[in-house]
């Protein structure tokens, strides 16, 4: 049996539904994403996990939370699983930033590798310490199913660093909607994407929900 990461997204905020720019600030889940995680554990209760490493913000806590009730396991917080930090932008629509940081803005979406926002990360630095989170799961679970719970960008990059895309594709290269399931396993071959971006275990109303 090989290990199998399964990378969570958060259930939905106000910022997933408008789009602004939200990594160190710390918004709830909206009612709709309370939903979301609750219809999460109700599919993924029945199978057998091995653990939950969670980024340690209001967000994605409030998303693990119902599986972790449900299977009696506690989750693990991890600081490398937080979402990406943009600086100044916190909190800002994207309109507001193309205006005020421009150039900047301009040489973020060229190329976010390197590239950082005003005061924020750059791709390169969220795949450095998500990377050391990836590696302590796969050092002590050789097998069986682990849960990530993280961000829209930090999941993203993850994707992308295990599977050799170039970092600073990483928002035209992967999907990651609320709540969205993306499922790697490792074996011997190394990293193999199985499912990226699934919804289906949400009701349609959910799914049909407007959002980033």
Known sequence: ??????????????????????????PELTPEGSKMAEQFAA?????????????PMKRTIATAKPLCDAVGIEM?????????KYGEWEGKTV?????????AYINWLTEPAWNAPNGGETSV???SRASLVIAEIEE???SGNVLVVSHKATIRIILCSLLGID???YRYRIGALAASVSIVKFDVRGPLLEVLGDRSYMDENLRNLPGT
């Open 1 to 26: 049996m090989s290990l199998k990461i399964y990378f969570l997204r958060h259930g939905e905020t106000t910022y997933s539904k408008t789009g602004g720019f939200c990594g160190a600030i710390d």
């Open 140 to 142: 002590k679970y050789k």
């Open 76 to 84: 693990q917080l991890r600081d490398g699983l937080r979402e990406i």
């Open 125 to 127: 630095e969220i795949a």
């Open 95 to 103: 309109e507001f930033v193309k205006k005020e940081y421009e150039e």
């Open 167 to 169: 970092l600073g594709r």
């Open 43 to 55: 599919t993924y209760a029945k199978l057998p996990w091995n653990a939950v490493y969670v980024s």
